[in-house]
């Protein structure tokens, strides 16, 4: 039997209906001769039809052994470039990867008897620009259809919208999209990234997002919830683009709100840092932004032993995380960027400064610490139970470290602000710290206040 098939051993031609008369009729008919040249129950026909099955069996394996490694050459060059789309490498890479395997190979298997097979395997592989181009191109479908299909199989779902400008200063709007099942299970995916050419106000919004439910048949009667980035191009009460979705009456009764990370980062900005992070950032700009000044401060740091970094970071408003790195590593190399200022000439008063100092420590921390909550709010899957609980927990942390506020005998003990901590405590040390304490119940409200809404 070869596929559902009664092969003749012989001839090799296949009878139509697998009946032991049509069998018997088969080797009468063609192969008379058969009983005389080999008579039953002798060792010449066992001989016979032994040869005959390891004969068919070989003439089988001849064919299907090419396709099984075609099939693995496929599979494995989708796998390879996948991986080069996930690390966004461009698909000419594919044909590097293919001669590094080659001449690795080379070297791993030289021993190896199959050394040969393995060889001829590698080379199969299919790893150039259009080949890595079209397996990209076949996986990206693929994934779009899986959405697509999950979306109309869902119960209800809920999008998130968060606009923000690329490096060549286009506005993209990204679209995420969770859905619910009957069975309760839920699925977050990316859904679009929309490019804004023009305005980006509420109506300009409004227009290609639907003009894309439109053209993907986004079936919008399932739409539970709408959360932005609370831009007022989003949710402004008349032209907002909340307020023309909920005019609009295709849409159904969906509710709207907040991002709570959007919400996290605002509550930073009571802090009112700007003396600081604006000195911070032109002493960083002063040494980064010079070829020569950079190197030389490499230099510096590669000499000192006790350096644990090897340059400055830059800061950026756009990145939540950015300022509380910036300071961190401002903080770590305070002793060599004080002592590269002095060797070139410049104004380090404000380095020395007491009070300062005791502001930088402080910020540090306390952003280091916002960066902790904003980290735990991030990241796939979250529910409103997960980010509610990091709150409460950064709220509860942050009471903690106020009642910890024991001035004392010149003195305070500053429970979690470990920087702030580290800093020597004078006699006019209590007296500098003093504000920090007014500002962490100000966080802590601006944090409830955000909790609420």
């Given amino acids: 039997m070869v596929k559902d098939k009664c092969i003749c051993v012989i001839c090799r031609a296949s009878v139509a209906i697998p009946k032991r008369g049509n069998l018997e009729r088969h080797h009468k008919t063609v192969h008379k001769n058969y009983e005389k040249d080999f008579p039953p129950q002798s060792e010449l026909r066992k001989r016979k ?9 070989k003439e089988q394996s001849m064919f299907t052994r090419p396709a099984k490694q075609s099939k693995a050459a496929t599979i494995a060059s989708f796998k390879i470039s996948h991986i080069l789309a996930k690390r966004k490498k461009p698909f000419e890479d594919g044909s590097v990867v293919k001669e590094a395997f080659i001449e690795a190979g080379e070297t791993l298997f030289g021993d190896f008897k199959n050394k040969t097979e393995i060889m001829s395997a590698i080379r199969e592989l299919q790893l150039s620009r259009p080949t890595v181009t079209r397996r990209i191109e076949v996986m990206s479908q693929d994934i779009a259809d899986k959405l697509k299909h999950d979306i109309m199989e869902c119960t209800y ?17 990204c679209i995420f999209i969770r859905m619910v099942f009957n069975d309760m299970l839920a699925k977050e995916e990316f859904l679009t990234i929309i490019p804004l050419k023009g305005k980006t106000r509420g109506e300009d919004i409004y227009d290609v997002f639907f003009n894309f439910v439109k053209n993907y048949e986004l079936p919008i009667y399932k739409l539970v919830c709408i959360t932005t980035d609370g831009a007022p191009a989003m949710t402004g009460n008349k032209n907002g683009f909340v307020a023309l979705c ?21 509550c930073s900005k009571v802090l009112n840092t700007e003396e600081i992070m604006g000195i911070a950032t032109k002493i960083v700009n002063s040494i980064r932004a010079r070829s020569l000044q950079r190197r030389l401060f490499q230099l510096q740091l590669e000499d000192r032993e006790s350096a644990e970094h090897t340059d400055l970071v830059l800061h950026t408003d756009v990145r939540w995380l950015s300022r509380g790195k910036f300071l961190e590593r401002f903080q770590e190399l305070l002793p060599e960027i004080t002592a ?29 610490h916002l960066n902790t909550v904003n980290l735990e709010l991030q990241g796939k899957g979250k529910t409103i139970i997960e980010m509610i609980s990091a709150v409460n927990a950064f709220k509860s942390k942050l009471q903690l470290m106020i009642d910890h506020y024991t001035p004392s005998m010149g003195q305070c003990e500053i429970w979690g602000f470990c920087v702030t901590d580290s800093n020597p405590k004078d006699t006019n040390y209590s007296k500098s710290t003093a504000p920090h304490n007014n500002r962490r119940p100000l966080v802590c409200k601006k944090c409830h206040t955000a909790q609420r809404s």
Avoid: Y
């Fill in 246 to 266: 909920r005019a609009n009456e295709e849409f159904p009764s969906f509710f709207s709100f907040h991002c709570i990370i959007h919400q996290q980062v605002l």
């Fill in 157 to 173: 779902f809920s999008l998130q919208f968060d606009e923000s400008t690329d490096m060549t200063d286009t506005a993209q709007l």
């Fill in 49 to 57: 039809v032994s040869d005959l099955i390891s004969c068919l069996k």
């Fill in 340 to 368: 590269f200022l002095d060797e070139r000439g410049d104004d380090t008063q404000i380095l020395k400064n007491e009070k300062w100092l005791t502001d930088l420590a402080f910020l540090t921390d306390i952003t280091m």
